[in-house]
């Protein structure tokens, strides 16, 4: 099982981004997915949360701006990001909590796409 984002790039501050995370693999089911956020010098913090089903919690820096959605069928999960400040300039990374075919029974692990790096600046 692996978590692929991409969609990221260079933005002008007040532009729009729109970053995806596709799981493959031998997946049973996905509960959980987020994404979080590292910047040069700072701790890795969560941006915001989806469940399966339900609405999704974001953090209070990017509440009103940034719009999580997942697609189940497709194990997508995506960042829309409006406004964006050079503030929000950081790695984004995607995390699920994803039920895996083992050989002979499921496990549940948590797993980390490999980052898609978001630039804000003019």
């Known amino acids: 099982v692996q978590l692929q984002a991409s969609g990221g790039g260079l933005v002008r501050p007040g532009g729009s981004l729109r970053l995806s995370c596709v799981a493959s693999?031998?997946?049973?089911?996905?509960?959980?997915m987020a994404w979080y956020r590292q910047a040069p010098g700072k701790e890795r913090e969560l941006v915001g949360r989806?469940?399966?089903?339900?609405?999704?919690n974001y953090a209070d820096s990017v509440k009103g701006r940034f719009t999580i959605t997942r697609d189940n069928r497709a194990n997508t999960l995506y960042l829309g990001m409006n406004s964006l400040e050079p503030e929000d300039t950081a790695v984004y990374y995607c995390n699920a909590q994803i039920t895996a075919y083992a050989i002979t029974r499921l496990e549940t692990s948590d797993y980390w796409g490999q980052g898609t790096q978001v630039t804000v600046s003019s």
């Open positions: 989806i469940a399966r089903r339900g609405r999704p």
């Open positions: 693999g031998s997946i049973h089911s996905i509960d959980s």
